[in-house]
């Protein structure tokens, strides 16, 4: 059990993390100041989110929870750049 709720953690923070890399990654390309509010908004909501699941994992292991992998971040921010160069 101990095992599956450490999965589940890692998991929840891997989004959290996705989230957040997301939006910095969108973020200096906004120029609109209510969106970038918004986005701000969602950022803290992705960390704190990420901080509850360190301090839960804290009682099932003395690690840190996973967070999304370079490739990962290297393919979103690929498939964004893409993207742009379509439209």
């Given at each position: 059990?101990?095992?599956?709720?450490?999965?589940?953690?890692?998991?929840?923070?891997?989004?959290?993390?996705?989230?957040?890399?997301?939006?910095?990654?969108?973020?200096?390309?906004v120029t609109d100041d209510i969106f970038?509010?918004?986005?701000?908004?969602e950022y803290k909501k992705y960390e704190k989110i990420s901080q509850r699941v360190n301090d839960i994992y804290s009682h099932y292991s003395d690690k840190e929870p996973h967070?999304?992998?370079?490739?990962?971040k290297i393919m979103t921010w690929y498939r964004n750049s893409n993207e742009n160069y379509e439209r």
């Open positions: 059990m101990e095992n599956q709720n450490l999965n589940i953690l890692d998991e929840v923070n891997k989004g959290a993390t996705m989230g957040m890399d997301a939006i910095s990654f969108v973020n200096d390309k970038k509010q918004v986005l701000n908004t967070e999304t992998n370079t490739m990962n």
